[in-house]
């Protein structure tokens, strides 16, 4: 049940002090152009997407040559290119600033503190820039990363890519397997790993992992000092420096930035992997760099000084993300760990003592300080939080709320959905308009956004396919080891021709906002209607004793039966009185057709390294198919406990 109010309106005062509104009247000026509003900008943005692309170029003050053409062959989505003469540096454009002020702080639970000034970041990207030359390392070739979400990493990842050098990272506790199942791929020329960490209070030890795996990579290693001894680790190995040996012979000097062509390769991010091995997705400096300034800089209202704060690791495209508010002179907050250790408040605690401006997380972390009875707004002084961003799954219309009610009542609250595909958002917050209940507030500048049916026709308020109608920069450039292309169209855009098909189950709502219903593929399809998971968990999961929840649709006599697992809150048991709860809740809150056929209770749900639940993979448990990468969930252990249930069987 949708309210008749927004949660939050801004003010007319608000609207005229965002960088938003003085970007359309810098537009208006700059292309003799008037608009209305934000539809009407958004229109023109993807109408006149070369003119709109130059508009954030120029405005945001982009570092390098933006060449002639903005945009050729716009009309076919894979052969679109952006600003094909055009050259730039990305780490340049990220480390414009100077001085003694903070560019990073960072926090590893209560285990370790510290920060970098913009002259600190400056002078250790210098030092480790010529230290990856002298080793040979430049454009091209790749660095591969298994570090926790500390200085040090954003250090090196500018160091690499101020040389032309193509970062990719994941967190340090992906297993072996899942370190090789990605890292293996792209054959980098050097490994980067932390000597350790923590979680929960307690040293996870890295070194038989990060030996392993400079063994079969067979590679050099270079050991970053956090939580364990570096310099053991570093000696165990058979080419092993530490971070201090390795930068050593070099004094601090002005950084150099060569200057590389718009498309030249950035990033090699992965796919979950949880039905192969993961995809290797390459994306550009300057897509991604036009990108994240104009969702930072517009979207989010970001400014410099600001403090911007997201809960991620490195294995989460959210990091990269994070890193480019650089750009916009921002300082950035870094977290590593668990987020409820000691306890449930210690993101908060953070968020007061530094003054985070933007606090983003996830939605199953809203729902869990929800469920733990966490209130920060009757504990913690938030008054500079103005813009909370939330991702990784669809935020129940109950998270919503609870963000207003026990969080902060007058801050925006901006849930955002895109991913790893393009390393930003479809569809995202919006300073110009209200945050109604449930909804993301509408579609990014610049991405021709919509919802097709089956027949590949546009609908409003009935659900359906996500998908992208033009060219935009941050498409991949490719996929690694895909000369001919074939996996990158199949991705994209075997379902309707010419035309980015996210895999993402949709809805325009009568407010143009948008509700995500869950994973196009991981939708149910009973009686032959198709319903998105999220509509289910946004019941379940308001029960009390339900902690968290499956589903899945379940091949049986001939049609999909839906099945709903349920992990139960502490001290529940699932009887009788409670499934019938259950049902009556899906029923009311839904629909009959949503009422799950059996529900089972579990111990555990399985998960990826970033949160998010596992549906394929479930389902293909229970339907006795082989799970083909087990190393890519953070809990593959879970998978188990879905395997022959005698529930299932009648």
């Known amino acids: 049940m949708q309210s008749d109010r927004p949660l939050w309106t801004p003010s007319e005062s608000f609207i005229a002090q965002t960088p938003m509104r003085a970007f359309m009247t810098w ?10 509003d934000y539809d009407a900008f958004h229109d023109w943005s993807v109408v006149e997407p070369g003119d709109f692309w130059i508009a954030v170029w120029e405005h945001c003050g982009v570092i390098g040559d933006r060449g002639a053409e903005a945009l050729v062959h716009g009309d076919v989505m894979l052969d679109a290119r952006f600003f094909p003469d055009a050259t730039l540096n990305f780490a340049e454009n990220l480390l414009t600033r100077t001085g003694g002020g903070d560019a990073l702080i960072f926090r590893g639970e209560d285990k370790a503190a510290s920060r970098l000034s913009w002259d600190d970041l400056q002078a250790l990207v210098s030092r480790l820039q010529q230290a990856l030359t002298a080793m040979g390392i430049g454009k091209g070739d790749r660095v591969a990363a298994m570090m926790p979400n500390m200085p040090e990493t954003i250090a090196l990842m500018l160091a690499v890519t101020s040389i032309g050098g193509i970062w990719s990272s994941c967190s340090p506790d992906f297993g072996e397997q899942g370190v090789l199942d990605r890292f293996g791929q792209i054959e980098p020329k050097l490994f980067i790993a932390c000597d350790g960490y923590w979680y929960g209070g307690k040293l996870q030890d890295v070194s038989v992992k990060v030996q392993a795996v400079t063994r079969k990579l067979a590679i050099p290693a270079l050991v970053i000092p956090y939580a364990g001894d570096a310099g053991s680790l570093a000696l165990s190995l058979e080419d092993g420096r530490t971070l201090s040996e390795f930068i050593a012979p070099f004094e601090a000097r002005p950084v150099e930035y060569p200057r590389l062509p718009f498309s030249h390769p950035l990033y090699i991010l992965f796919s979950s992997g949880t039905t192969g091995v993961p995809k290797c997705i390459v994306h550009s400096a300057g897509g991604t760099l036009l990108q994240h300034l104009k969702e930072h800089r517009f979207h989010c209202g970001l400014r410099e000084d600001e403090k911007l704060f997201y809960f991620t690791t490195c294995g989460w495209m959210m990091w990269n993300w994070l890193v480019s508010g650089l750009a916009v002179g921002a300082t950035l907050c870094l977290y590593d760990g668990s987020p409820f ?30 469920k733990g009875g966490f209130t920060p707004v009757s504990t913690h002084d938030l008054s ?47 300073p110009l308009k209200p945050v109604w209940r449930g909804e993301i507030q509408g579609p990014g500048l ?15 308020r009935e659900k359906g396919e996500l998908v992208c109608t033009r060219a935009f920069p941050s498409m991949p450039v490719m996929f690694w080891n895909d000369p001919e292309g074939a996996k990158y169209r199949a991705a994209y855009f075997e379902r309707f021709d010419n035309i ?10 009568e407010h143009d906002g948008i509700i995500i219903h869950g994973r196009s593929d991981a939708t149910l399809n009973p009686g032959g209607v198709r319903i998105g998971t999220a509509e289910i968990y946004n019941q379940v999961e308001q029960m009390e004793e339900v902690a968290e929840a499956l589903c899945i649709g379940q091949d049986w006599d001939d049609d999909v039966r839906v099945v709903l697992f349920v992990r139960l809150a502490a001290g529940f048991v699932l009887t009788e009185a409670l499934e019938k709860a259950i049902k009556a809740r899906v029923r009311t809150g839904a629909t009959p057709r949503h009422v799950p056929a059996r529900i089972i209770a579990v111990a555990d749900i399985p998960r990826t390294k970033s949160g998010k639940i596992v549906e394929l993979a479930v389902r293909d448990v229970v339907h006795g198919r082989v799970v083909k990468n087990k190393e890519a969930l953070a809990n593959p252990e879970a998978l188990d406990l879905f395997a022959n249930l005698p529930q299932l069987m009648t």
């Open 500 to 509: 980015w098909c996210h895999g993402d189950f949709a809805e325009w709502t």
């Open 27 to 36: 537009c208006e000026t700059r292309f003799s152009r008037r608009f209305a």
């Open 446 to 460: 610049g991405l021709a956004m919509d919802v097709w049916n089956d027949e590949g026709k546009p609908v409003r």
């Open 384 to 430: 500079a939080l103005r813009l909370m961003t939330s991702t990784g799954s669809p935020l129940s219309p109950e998270g919503f709320s609870f963000v207003y009610e026990g969080i902060k009542p007058d801050v925006q609250l901006a849930s955002i959905s895109g991913g790893t595909d393009i390393v930003s958002c479809f569809v995202l917050g919006n």
């Open 341 to 370: 250790h000691p306890d449930g408040n210690v993101l908060f605690d953070y968020a007061q003592a530094e003054k985070f401006a933007i606090f983003g997380t996830s939605a199953k972390y809203i729902d869990a300080v929800r």
